[in-house]
C-alpha cells in the first residue's frame, strides 16, 4: 500500500521561507512523478509544481515562479517544496502528489494516483 507522508508548514511572516517534505512509500510503485498543489479556503485545488522522475524538469505555476523550488532525494523516496519570497496570498493547504506515469497534463490534480495529507501553510502580513 502507498503511503504519500508529508511534513512541514506552519506559520511564518510574510517574506519568509518554509521548506515542505513529501516521503513516498510502500506499494510497488518503484518510481513517480511528483506534484505539489494547493487549495485555500472556498477555492479549487490549484497546481504549483511538477517534478520529473529524475528531477531535470520542473515546472511552476507563473504566481510562484522564481520563489518556489521543487526538489526531491530518489535514494530518500522523498521530494521537497522550499518556499522563499512568502507573500500573504500563498496561504493555503498545501498537498503533495505521485503519479506513477508521465502526463502532459501534470497540472490536473487527476492525473496523480497518490496523495499526502495536506498540511497547512500560513503566511502573516
Known amino acids: 500500500q502507498v503511503q504519500v507522508v508529508m511534513s512541514g508548514g506552519g506559520l511564518v511572516q510574510a517574506g519568509g521561507s518554509l521548506n515542505l517534505s513529501c516521503a513516498v512509500s510502500?506499494?510497488?510503485?518503484?518510481?513517480?512523478?511528483g506534484g505539489w498543489f494547493r487549495q485555500a479556503p472556498g477555492k479549487e485545488r490549484e497546481f504549483v509544481a511538477h517534478?520529473?522522475?529524475?528531477?531535470?524538469?520542473?515546472y511552476y505555476t507563473n504566481s510562484v515562479k522564481g520563489r518556489f523550488s521543487v526538489s526531491r532525494d530518489n535514494s530518500k523516496n522523498t521530494m521537497y517544496l522550499q518556499m522563499n519570497s512568502l507573500k500573504a496570498k500563498d496561504t493555503s493547504v498545501y498537498y503533495c502528489?505521485?503519479?506513477?506515469?508521465?502526463?502532459?497534463?501534470?497540472?490536473?490534480?487527476?492525473?496523480?494516483?497518490?496523495w499526502g495529507q495536506g498540511t497547512q501553510v500560513t503566511v502573516s502580513s
Open positions: 510502500g506499494g510497488t510503485i518503484s518510481r513517480y512523478f
Open positions: 502528489a505521485a503519479a506513477k506515469h508521465y502526463s502532459s497534463s501534470y497540472y490536473l490534480s487527476d492525473e496523480y494516483d497518490y
Open positions: 517534478i520529473s522522475w529524475t528531477g531535470g524538469s520542473t
